[in-house]
């Protein structure tokens, strides 16, 4: 790059000016999210202030400040369900990590295959891999529970599990080989120079430099487990198997008597792991991220 | 696994070998890593997918109440959607309109927070939190009874509209503006598309901005020569992936119509048409073929946003 | 290449296990030793029912049970999965509308040859025993009984000075009553229950018609349709009944009707969801009987089977289920955890000895059912099966297309019939 060549000052003195500019708009900028954060949140602060309010309440006032604050909701909340919700958290928690390592590794090696090597039919299966995005979940649901049934899986996690390391997400196969396309050809080509062979490549050049795309397929994953709720209520059997957010759903029976309180209540705490989940990662997102290799 | 660069020929043979020259040793030499790396896929699309969604196809040209077994009737189920059911017309339509709006939008906001959010700016993980915390709500029931004490005709947004001397319908229950509110919660939830946004922009290597700025470039025409066209292949996987959501859209609608699509039918989502039948009224093979169309319209809408790709996604390698 | 082979041979062998799923064919691993139960409800109705359930296997100590819920939107569709891949749970809890279809496609088992042996109905109520009864044959055995009942906000009537509704109350008492509540403007008279179809049965009959015939044809007409149609656009234009964007609020879910969300006074419900309704409100509720069409008209009520134990048709274990459901609704100490939650028990020495246990607010519900008077009227055959698509879908679109004035009630009548008949007239 040309920058390497221009004289001290000048950097210094554009960056500056930069900052100086920076600074405006900046403070702009601040204003405009901290507008867009309380209309993006205000659902999520009326939800915490119907959590601390008294059932019979919930709905009858609009306003975001309970009229009596009580921790009822959390307490009754915690133990609705024959089985504690410390046991449903670990439930997703666990789910939700193997799922992250199946997605991490199976689609990192589908997306590698797509993006870098050559082989033959390698445009017809693409286009495959693509159309199963296509597909809605009630195509195929039925066949799939009947598959599982048969071997046995039902009321485990292995129906939940097993797909993911199967590449069955075509949504990270996607993203990864965008992301891969992005990195130069230089760099393998390179390797292979020096003799290091295909897995090495994939492992030792492809995987550290995609850091951002892996982080954000690990936080996606993470939270579309800990979300889904239809999987798991076609999959498991006994509550003590459940996840979180299943469990949630055993709070709310339309033709009968709810707890809307509970419901609130554990809908927060079980937002909590998740938050956090995201808020630890987004750091690699930040600090973590290693150059597209240009700079050496 | 061979040790050498891919497309590569074999080499002469080491001693105490002899050179098998069948055409499918020759294929596996040639393609055995790329087909190695894909073999779980394959395995997974096989056994998990094509398997399941053949049996469906098969499923379409039957009546299958899911208690019996399936009885063939032809293109009975086809026949009848195309001439005689006004609701997949109306399916049809509200889905279209959902994705016309909600996909946009969602992605023009996605990449403006993701651009306001990449200038490091201070309280940035805070930020990138907050906007992100909507989609993690995901399919909760606790988001339909927020969207109701927002949009009910004595909800938060008419107080606010009051202040400004508006009277403002019930828009969740009123069939002309039911669906905007569906929109509305498409958008709210841009995390996802945003974090990509993100991941994309972080990917830009630096140094080209300030060549760029050191050569005098304006910010206008930073965004428009280096941003933009880098950034294409993260639009236009975002842009993809948003629509087929789009068009796979299921739960807010489920969620805040108890899946009934009403009022009137105006938010009935094709997927929730597609449930009602299957789950609801047991037309397992109506619903199949339902599904199928579904399958075909998105393929084609898809295939033709990779035809246009080639006009303007940049890929760097 | 060994790959290769195994991929087609997976596929074929996917192909013919999932249709011999779908053909019902039991897989080997199925449950033998313990009884699984399914029933959808929330926490309160799990606690009581895992309650029997303790009580069953003290009693019992050979028989285990597991047991598993789901709310109603999501327990259909499970229920469904399982069914379909031949995997249902032997003790199944059954609904009116689906009891017809999963008895045609022998989903659940009859019980015929269990009365009387494993499963006692001896003192039954005959009219509960007939509602679990599908062509002549047992399918269901009540687990209470409910009727059609309004939930009323006695608060709300006494701020209008209007009396409380009673049994006797017919529309236009309420009609009149419109006056008094627009003065005081907090809240409408009655929800539009226009497309509330337990509310036109019960008009129907009333009038000496019903919804359905015996054979599973329509039993009224278009006429029918266009007078009800306007009886509430009646009430609709003069204030009496609430707006359509505020009907359109009510998607099914108790938290959603008129009367906990405070735009009327009285909402359409049946007699079991009272306590449910109250712990909603702040204000007191109460429930009665669905208006009279004129003073001294009857028979528009019925008691019918809140809900149902059925076996599973593919269960092994017929006898100790049937066991199993004779305890449930005959054991005394098990219907004192039960108490009135899922209905007034069907049997009639359960009733005398649990009524002295019951909460106040069951007592009303109690006393409810028993003394419908003139207004109880004969239990209609089993709806046919395509009932379900016109209650929840039919009735409700076109009640709000013409409540929102897309369409004229003169129009919607011959509309809504035509339409009926095409849905009854579907298969498949």
């Given at each position: 790059?040309?920058?390497?060549?221009?004289?001290?000052?000048?950097?210094?003195?554009?960056?500056?000016?930069r900052?100086?500019?920076?600074?405006?708009?900046?403070?702009?900028?601040?204003?405009?999210?901290?507008?867009?954060?309380?209309?993006?949140?205000?659902p999520?602060?009326?939800?915490?202030?119907?959590?601390?309010?008294?059932?019979?309440?919930?709905?009858?006032?609009?306003?975001?400040?309970?009229?009596?604050?009580?921790?009822?909701?959390?307490?009754?909340?915690?133990?609705?369900?024959?089985?504690?919700?410390?046991?449903?958290?670990?439930?997703?928690?666990?789910?939700?990590?193997?799922?992250?390592?199946?997605?991490?590794?199976?689609?990192?090696?589908?997306?590698?295959?797509?993006?870098?090597?050559?082989?033959?039919?390698?445009?017809?299966?693409?286009?495959?891999?693509?159309?199963?995005?296509?597909?809605?979940?009630?195509?195929?649901?039925?066949?799939?529970?009947?598959?599982?049934?048969?071997?046995?899986?039902?009321?485990?996690?292995?129906?939940?599990?097993?797909?993911?390391?199967?590449?069955?997400?075509?949504?990270?196969?996607?993203?990864?080989?965008?992301?891969?396309?992005?990195?130069?050809?230089?760099?393998?080509e390179?390797?292979?120079?020096?003799?290091?062979?295909?897995?090495?490549?994939?492992?030792?050049?492809?995987?550290?430099?995609?850091?951002?795309?892996?982080?954000?397929?690990?936080?996606?994953?993470?939270?579309?487990?800990?979300?889904?709720?239809?999987?798991?209520?076609?999959y498991?059997?006994?509550?003590?198997?459940?996840?979180?957010?299943?469990?949630?759903?055993?709070?709310?029976?339309?033709?009968?008597?709810?707890?809307?309180?509970?419901?609130?209540?554990?809908?927060?705490?079980?937002?909590?792991?998740?938050?956090?989940?995201?808020?630890?990662?987004?750091?690699?997102?930040?600090?973590?991220i290693?150059?597209?290799?240009?700079?050496? | 696994?061979?040790?050498?660069?891919?497309?590569?020929?074999?080499?002469a043979?080491?001693?105490?070998?002899?050179?098998?020259?069948?055409?499918?040793?020759?294929?596996?030499?040639?393609?055995g890593?790329?087909?190695?790396?894909?073999?779980?896929?394959?395995?997974?699309?096989?056994?998990?997918?094509?398997?399941?969604?053949?049996?469906?196809?098969?499923?379409?040209?039957?009546?299958?109440?899911?208690?019996?077994?399936?009885?063939?009737?032809?293109d009975?189920?086809?026949?009848?959607?195309?001439?005689?059911?006004?609701?997949?017309?109306?399916?049809?339509?509200?889905?279209?309109?959902f994705?016309?709006?909600?996909?946009?939008?969602?992605?023009?906001?996605?990449?403006?927070?993701?651009?306001?959010?990449?200038?490091?700016?201070?309280?940035?993980?805070?930020?990138?939190?907050?906007?992100?915390?909507?989609?993690?709500?995901?399919?909760?029931?606790?988001?339909?009874?927020?969207?109701?004490?927002?949009?009910a005709?004595?909800?938060?947004?008419?107080?606010?509209?009051?202040?400004?001397?508006?009277?403002?319908?019930?828009?969740?229950?009123?069939?002309?503006?039911?669906?905007?509110?569906?929109?509305?919660?498409?958008?709210?939830?841009?995390?996802?598309?945003?974090?990509?946004?993100?991941?994309?922009?972080?990917?830009?290597?630096?140094?080209?901005?300030?060549?760029?700025?050191?050569?005098?470039?304006?910010?206008?025409?930073?965004?428009?020569?280096?941003?933009?066209?880098?950034?294409?292949?993260?639009?236009?996987?975002?842009a993809?992936?948003?629509?087929?959501?789009?068009?796979?859209?299921?739960?807010?609608?489920?969620?805040?119509?108890?899946?009934?699509?009403?009022?009137?039918?105006?938010?009935?989502?094709?997927?929730?048409?597609?449930?009602?039948?299957?789950?609801?009224y047991?037309?397992?093979?109506?619903?199949?073929?339902?599904?199928w169309?579904?399958?075909?319209?998105?393929?084609?809408?898809?295939?033709?946003?990779?035809?246009?790709?080639?006009?303007?996604?940049h890929?760097?390698? | 290449?060994?790959?290769?082979?195994?991929?087609?041979?997976?596929?074929?062998?996917?192909?013919?296990?999932?249709?011999?799923?779908?053909?019902?064919?039991?897989?080997?691993?199925?449950?033998?030793?313990?009884?699984?139960?399914?029933?959808?409800?929330?926490?309160?109705?799990?606690?009581?029912?895992?309650?029997v359930?303790?009580?069953?296997?003290?009693?019992?100590?050979?028989?285990?049970?597991?047991t598993?819920?789901?709310?109603?939107?999501?327990?259909?569709?499970k229920?469904?999965?399982?069914?379909?891949?031949?995997?249902a749970?032997?003790?199944?809890?059954?609904?009116?509308?689906?009891?017809?279809?999963?008895?045609?496609?022998?989903?659940i088992?009859?019980?015929?040859?269990?009365?009387?042996?494993?499963?006692?109905?001896?003192?039954?109520?005959?009219?509960?025993?007939?509602?679990?009864?599908?062509?002549?044959?047992?399918?269901?055995?009540?687990?209470?009984?409910?009727?059609?009942?309004?939930?009323?906000?006695?608060?709300?009537?006494?701020?209008?000075?209007?009396?409380?509704?009673?049994?006797?109350?017919?529309?236009?008492?309420?009609?009149?009553?419109?006056?008094?509540?627009?003065?005081?403007g907090?809240?409408?008279?009655?929800?539009?229950?226009?497309?509330?179809?337990?509310a036109?049965?019960?008009?129907?009959?009333?009038?000496?018609?019903?919804?359905?015939?015996?054979?599973?044809?329509?039993?009224?007409?278009?006429?029918?349709?266009?007078?009800?149609?306007?009886?509430?656009?009646?009430?609709?234009?003069?204030?009496?009944?609430?707006?359509?964007d505020d009907?359109?609020?009510?998607?099914?879910?108790?938290?959603?009707?008129?009367?906990?969300?405070?735009?009327?006074?009285?909402?359409?419900?049946?007699?079991?969801?009272?306590?449910?309704?109250?712990?909603?409100?702040?204000?007191?509720?109460?429930?009665?009987?669905?208006?009279?069409?004129a003073?001294?008209s009857?028979?528009?009520?019925?008691?019918?089977?809140?809900?149902?134990?059925?076996?599973?048709?593919?269960?092994?274990?017929?006898?100790?289920?049937?066991?199993?459901?004779?305890?449930?609704?005959?054991?005394?100490?098990?219907?004192?955890?039960?108490?009135?939650?899922?209905?007034?028990?069907?049997?009639?020495?359960?009733?005398?000895?649990?009524?002295?246990?019951?909460?106040?607010?069951?007592?009303?519900?109690?006393?409810?059912?028993?003394?419908?008077?003139?207004?109880?009227?004969?239990?209609?055959?089993?709806?046919?099966?395509?009932?379900?698509?016109?209650?929840?879908?039919?009735?409700?679109?076109?009640?709000?297309?013409?409540?929102?004035?897309?369409?004229?009630?003169?129009?919607?009548?011959?509309?809504?019939?035509?339409?009926?008949?095409?849905?009854?007239?579907?298969?498949?």
């Amino acid at each position: 790059m040309t920058a390497e060549a221009l004289p001290l000052r000048s950097r210094d003195e554009l960056r500056a000016a930069r900052r100086a500019r920076h600074r405006r708009v900046s403070f702009i900028a601040h204003v405009i999210l901290v507008i867009a954060s309380i209309a993006m949140l205000y659902p999520l602060l009326w939800m915490l202030s119907a959590s601390f309010r008294p059932q019979n309440e919930i709905f009858s006032t609009g306003s975001l400040i309970p009229s009596s604050v009580t921790l009822d909701s959390y307490v009754r909340g915690w133990n609705e369900l024959q089985v504690s919700f410390a046991r449903f958290f670990s439930n997703s928690l666990v789910l939700s990590l193997t799922c992250v390592l199946g997605n991490l590794v199976a689609c990192s090696i589908t997306a590698f295959a797509f993006a870098r090597l050559k082989f033959a039919g390698k445009s017809f299966w693409f286009a495959l891999m693509l159309g199963t995005l296509m597909l809605p979940y009630q195509v195929t649901l039925i066949p799939q529970y009947v598959l599982f049934l048969h071997l046995g899986w039902v009321n485990t996690y292995l129906p939940l599990v097993v797909p993911k390391f199967l590449a069955v997400d075509s949504f990270f196969i996607f993203l990864m080989v965008q992301f891969f396309r992005g990195i130069p050809r230089e760099l393998d080509e390179a390797a292979y120079m020096d003799g290091c062979s295909t897995f090495t490549i994939y492992w030792r050049i492809m995987l550290p430099l995609s850091l951002p795309v892996l982080t954000t397929a690990a936080i996606f994953t993470f939270i579309f487990t800990w979300d889904d709720f239809f999987g798991p209520l076609i999959y498991l059997n006994q509550m003590q198997n459940y996840t979180v957010t299943l469990a949630l759903r055993s709070f709310v029976d339309s033709s009968a008597e709810s707890d809307w309180g509970g419901l609130f209540a554990m809908s927060i705490l079980s937002l909590v792991p998740i938050f956090l989940i995201f808020l630890f990662f987004q750091r690699f997102l930040i600090e973590g991220i290693a150059t597209t290799g240009m700079k050496r | 696994m061979t040790v050498r660069p891919l497309g590569v020929e074999a080499d002469a043979p080491t001693a105490g070998r002899t050179v098998t020259t069948s055409g499918w040793s020759r294929f596996w030499r040639k393609n055995g890593t790329g087909y190695a790396f894909l073999s779980p896929w394959l395995l997974g699309f096989f056994g998990l997918t094509i398997g399941p969604a053949l049996i469906s196809l098969y499923l379409s040209f039957t009546d299958f109440n899911l208690l019996q077994a399936p009885t063939l009737v032809g293109d009975a189920n086809y026949v009848r959607i195309f001439t005689a059911d006004p609701k997949f017309l109306q399916a049809l339509r509200v889905t279209f309109f959902f994705v016309v709006f909600s996909v946009p939008a969602k992605l023009v906001f996605a990449l403006l927070v993701a651009l306001l959010l990449n200038r490091g700016l201070r309280g940035l993980p805070i930020y990138r939190a907050i906007f992100y915390l909507p989609s993690l709500l995901g399919a909760s029931v606790a988001i339909a009874v927020l969207w109701r004490q927002l949009f009910a005709g004595d909800g938060l947004i008419n107080k606010l509209l009051a202040l400004i001397g508006i009277t403002g319908p019930s828009w969740i229950s009123n069939p002309r503006y039911a669906l905007w509110t569906l929109v509305l919660l498409s958008v709210w939830q841009f995390g996802s598309p945003m974090i990509i946004f993100l991941a994309g922009l972080r990917q830009i290597p630096q140094d080209m901005y300030e060549a760029a700025s050191i050569d005098g470039a304006s910010r206008w025409r930073m965004f428009r020569s280096i941003t933009l066209p880098l950034l294409t292949p993260v639009i236009f996987f975002n842009a993809v992936i948003q629509t087929i959501d789009a068009f796979k859209s299921f739960t807010p609608a489920f969620i805040i119509s108890s899946g009934t699509g009403n009022p009137i039918n105006s938010t009935l989502f094709y997927t929730l048409y597609l449930y009602q039948e299957a789950f609801g009224y047991f037309r397992m093979g109506y619903a199949s073929a339902l599904a199928w169309i579904l399958l075909i319209i998105i393929a084609a809408f898809t295939g033709l946003s990779f035809l246009s790709s080639r006009f303007w996604v940049h890929y760097d390698s | 290449m060994s790959l290769r082979f195994d991929r087609r041979q997976f596929l074929l062998g996917s192909t013919a296990l999932a249709a011999a799923g779908a053909v019902g064919l039991k897989p080997a691993f199925a449950d033998d030793t313990n009884l699984r139960q399914i029933f959808w409800g929330s926490k309160a109705r799990a606690d009581r029912t895992t309650g029997v359930n303790d009580l069953f296997t003290k009693a019992n100590p050979s028989d285990k049970i597991a047991t598993e819920f789901y709310a109603w939107n999501d327990y259909w569709p499970k229920l469904a999965t399982m069914t379909g891949g031949g995997n249902a749970p032997d003790i199944i809890q059954m609904d009116y509308r689906y009891i017809v279809e999963y008895a045609n496609r022998q989903a659940i088992a009859p019980l015929d040859a269990f009365v009387g042996k494993e499963l006692d109905l001896h003192d039954f109520d005959q009219d509960q025993v007939d509602g679990g009864k599908v062509g002549g044959k047992l399918y269901g055995v009540s687990l209470g009984a409910n009727s059609v009942a309004l939930i009323v906000n006695t608060a709300a009537f006494k701020e209008a000075g209007v009396p409380v509704p009673d049994n006797n109350t017919t529309f236009d008492d309420l009609i009149a009553a419109g006056a008094a509540f627009n003065k005081v403007g907090k809240m409408k008279v009655i929800q539009d229950a226009s497309g509330v179809e337990p509310a036109l049965e019960n008009w129907l009959r009333q009038r000496g018609k019903a919804l359905y015939t015996a054979d599973g044809k329509l039993a009224f007409d278009a006429g029918d349709m266009t007078e009800w149609l306007n009886l509430w656009k009646k009430m609709r234009d003069a204030g009496i009944c609430v707006s359509p964007d505020d009907q359109a609020l009510d998607t099914g879910p108790l938290d959603q009707t008129m009367v906990v969300l405070g735009k009327a006074a009285i909402t359409f419900a049946n007699s079991n969801q009272l306590v449910a309704f109250q712990a909603l409100m702040k204000d007191p509720v109460t429930i009665t009987a669905f208006p009279r069409t004129a003073k001294g008209s009857k028979g528009g009520h019925y008691r019918k089977p809140s809900m149902f134990w059925s076996i599973a048709g593919q269960s092994k274990l017929g006898s100790d289920s049937a066991k199993y459901l004779s305890y449930f609704v005959n054991n005394i100490d098990a219907n004192k955890v039960l108490g009135v939650e899922r209905g007034i028990p069907a049997s009639a020495s359960v009733r005398t000895a649990i009524a002295p246990g019951l909460s106040a607010q069951d007592q009303v519900a109690l006393n409810f059912v028993s003394n419908l008077g003139d207004l109880l009227g004969p239990i209609p055959p089993p709806p046919p099966s395509n009932a379900g698509e016109i209650d929840i879908d039919l009735m409700l679109k076109k009640s709000q297309e013409v409540a929102f004035g897309q369409q004229s009630p003169e129009d919607a009548g011959p509309d809504f019939i035509k339409q009926a008949n095409d849905i009854l007239a579907r298969k498949g």
